[in-house]
């Protein structure tokens, strides 16, 4: 239930109040008929119809307020659709394979696999894999802290993992590709975990021993320890193209940041030596000391591991076309509302109308194109567009959609068909937050049969969020449209907090304290190398104070906001970010200078 209406309803009542005074203040003889004095009425059916007619003008007036903001929201759902839709509960999975199952090729598990969670009343939540996940034949059997292995120039301490192959594989029979990590365990270890790797590593080497006892080593760089989640392909949330992918890096890290906590180790099938026994030691060599109190265990580091979200397609309920109706609520499942929520609206079709016979697909209203050459068979055009309102069912928090239909003139049109079948996008609402989390006999099952023994949850599934709907849309809406990267740079670290806070959804203290960390922001022009020419571009200096960042990674914040800055320029242009804190001297990194993919025109 919106609480919205519950003040337009009593403001709404008190004027009528007030105009009741002032009415029998000058037509005492016909107020006193009614009972009607200035405070109140002792006519019981009086003061009944007053309620309600308060009712039902609060209504009214609501209504109107409310249809600005539609404007806003309709462009937002074609520029940043992730502004307006629920946010759907995350988390990270592990996939325990059966060990004699698997090839020394591996097996794949596809991205956007379904998983099933075990049954909450009833109903099972389902996921999705967003990551491809191949499963080999190999296990981390111990992970720690080591002094270095080996005379490496600058390496001060090194890390250690060792692995050990099912059924006695050999080392060399398995086609590595590369083996990709998630980095599991409590923030404070991981994020500061995360720094070194991609922040210190100096040296990377692979070590295993053939059945003679001979050592076989393969050198790598740190080049070769790859970050993952930064990519268009590796995204949680569905976006279209026309939007601005710097944005969905900061709605994603602001939403579930340990889905970047993820790396890939490159270079493994360097091992040429076909009889190498059935263990690999991987040496990570650090040009620092890490924390006194970081814990490294075999559990930090996880194979088989992929983030999964809860969204998945669906027929919604077939809508039958009524002429007194302009507007249709479209549900996902009639039998189980309350674990239902429509993400995002994915096609509008109809397979009966009634005079031809054939098939209409409508198109929505608000899009880069509105097919002007086709219409319904019945020279005319009817596009569809929604309207995302708050539940009005007590207790729930969620959301529903309005379905209507117009012409090119925004006038209320007639689909013509009788029967609407809506391909959606949907959630689980709020049931993913009841989920049971560390089920030892597993957390999901897959939909299709695969070499897997259990899926647990690394991370309990995160509830399902919305982003405000409203007046606040419009402010919103501004912000987006009038920031760009220039008044980024150039108003400093207010323009820069002012575009993160956009993305405080949940307006909790940790992500206000991590942007309040941002100390300053400084710019200047500079010329650099790029390739075999010389480029011009800024080079960006943002300073931070690392207290803001206790038991979150400032260092994963900085990538994060060293790819959004870079999304920004333009081709034949850079931007080099400088990243400090006030508690050193030195720089916390310098990343190299990012070449701009924007096009101009």
């Not at 009086?46 to 309600?52: F, G, P, S």
């Not at 001979?214 to 740190?222: A, D, K, N, Q, V």
């Not at 189980?336 to 697909?361: L, N, Y």
């Amino acid at each position: 239930m919106d609480d919205r209406l519950l003040n337009y309803y009593e403001r709404e009542l008190t004027f009528i109040r007030e105009m009741g005074a002032e009415f029998a203040k000058k037509y005492p003889k016909i107020a006193g008929r009614l009972l009607l004095e200035p405070d109140k009425c002792e006519d019981p059916h009086t003061e009944r119809l007053i309620e309600a007619f308060a009712f039902i003008s609060g209504r009214i007036h609501k209504k109107i307020d409310d249809e600005f903001p539609e404007i806003t929201e309709s462009l937002l759902s074609i520029i940043y659709p992730h502004y307006i839709n629920p946010i759907p509960s995350m988390s990270v999975v592990s996939f325990e394979p059966l060990k004699q199952s698997i090839s020394p090729a591996g097996y794949r598990i596809d991205r956007n696999t379904t998983l099933y969670s075990k049954p909450i009343s009833g109903t099972p939540c389902r996921f999705r894999t967003c990551h491809p996940v191949t499963l080999r034949p190999v296990e981390v059997v111990s992970a720690g802290l080591r002094d270095p292995n080996t005379s490496v120039k600058g390496a001060q301490q090194a890390i250690l993992i060792q692995l050990k192959t099912f059924n006695d594989l050999s080392i060399s029979e398995l086609d590595w590709g590369s083996l990709r990590f998630f980095l599991n365990g409590p923030g404070q270890h991981v994020y500061h975990l995360y720094e070194l790797l991609f922040n210190n590593v100096c040296y990377v080497e692979c070590d295993s021993t053939n059945k003679q006892g001979i050592t076989e080593r393969i050198s790598l760089t740190p080049d070769n320890i790859e970050p993952v989640g930064f990519k268009p392909d590796e995204a949680i949330i569905p976006y279209p193209l026309r939007s601005f992918p710097g944005y969905l890096l900061l709605f994603e890290y602001f939403c579930f940041p340990e889905k970047f906590l993820f790396f890939d180790l490159n270079g493994l099938n360097k091992f040429r030596h076909p009889d190498l026994n059935n263990t690999l030691d991987i040496w990570i060599y650090l040009d620092r000391n890490a924390k006194s109190n970081l814990v490294i265990n075999k559990d930090t580091f996880c194979l088989n591991t992929t983030p999964v979200v809860n969204l998945f397609k669906r027929i919604a309920e077939p809508i039958r076309v009524e002429q007194r109706k302009t507007e249709y609520r479209v549900v996902p499942d009639i039998r189980r509302q309350e674990a239902t929520e429509v993400f995002s609206i994915d096609s509008v079709t109809s397979s009966s109308v009634a005079s031809s016979g054939k098939g209409v697909d409508f198109k929505p209203f608000y899009s880069l194109r509105h097919h002007l050459g086709e219409d319904d068979g019945h020279d005319r055009r009817a596009f569809w567009h929604i309207q995302r309102r708050a539940s009005g069912r007590k207790g729930d928090d969620g959301t529903e959609v309005f379905l209507s239909f117009t012409d090119l003139d925004f006038n209320p049109a007639d689909p013509g068909v009788e029967i609407l079948t809506v391909h959606i996008t949907s959630t689980n609402r709020d049931l993913p937050a009841r989920l049971p989390f560390g089920d030892p006999s597993g957390d999901f099952d897959m939909e299709t049969a695969a070499p897997v023994v259990c899926i647990n949850s690394l991370i309990k599934p995160t509830p399902a969020r919305r982003p405000s709907l409203g007046g606040a849309l419009q402010w919103r809406l501004i912000s987006h449209l009038s920031l760009n990267y220039m008044s980024i740079v150039q108003g400093g670290e207010n323009a820069l907090r002012e575009i993160l806070r956009l993305y405080d959804f949940d307006n909790s203290p940790a992500t206000r304290q991590q942007i309040d960390g941002i100390i300053s922001l400084q710019s200047k022009h500079v010329t650099k190398r790029i390739g075999q020419s010389f480029c011009r571009g800024v080079q960006i200096t943002i300073e931070f104070d690392e207290d803001k960042f206790v038991g979150t990674g400032l260092f994963l914040f900085a990538c994060v906001l060293e790819k959004f800055l870079g999304q920004y320029v333009s081709v034949n242009s850079f931007s080099q970010l400088v990243a400090r804190t006030v508690q050193k001297k030195e720089a916390l990194r310098q990343w190299l200078p990012r070449s701009g993919n924007q096009i101009l025109l």
